[in-house]
Nanobody, 126 residues
Framework: QLQLVESGGGLVQPGGSLRLSCAAS????????IGWFRQAPGKEREGVAC??????VYAESVKGRFTISRDNAKNTVYLQMNNLKPEDTGVYLC?????????????????????WGQGTQVTVSS
């Protein structure tokens, strides 16, 4: 059974950087689409960045600041977050779309994803 474990969250000042990791344990025969989502209090879960075998999709609010990448040999997806802003605060969850097509552009919408990690808290505050 595939499990996702996030790490790398924390408290950072505005303008700072963090690198999140999402490690998938278990058998993953194909590079299924994996996404990073964030949940802020009182807000809907938002797709931040998603990646398939070779295509990435970003929310407009993070373009130019966040970079998603994957290491298939390690079954790990990363989210490099630079120039962080207070509005980036939230619980960051990674998720996998086990019915997605690895070669297609990923759909960065929460309802499309069927396996979720527990999340890691990111707080951007001075």
């Amino acid at each position: 059974q595939l499990q996702l474990v996030e790490s790398g969250g924390g408290l950072v000042q505005p303008g700072g950087s963090l690198r999140l990791s999402c490690a998938a344990s278990g058998y993953m025969p194909r590079p299924y689409p994996i996404g990073w989502f964030r949940q802020a209090p009182g807000k809907e879960r938002e797709g931040v960045a998603c990646i398939s075998a070779g295509t990435t999709v970003y929310a407009e609010s993070v373009k130019g600041r966040f970079t998603i990448s994957r290491d298939n040999a390690k079954n790990t997806v990363y989210l490099q977050m630079n120039n962080l802003k207070p509005e980036d605060t939230g619980v960051y969850l990674c998720a996998i779309d086990l019915t997605g097509i690895p070669t297609a552009q990923p759909k960065c919408v929460a309802v499309e994803y069927n396996g979720w990690g527990q999340g890691t808290q990111v707080t951007v505050s001075s």
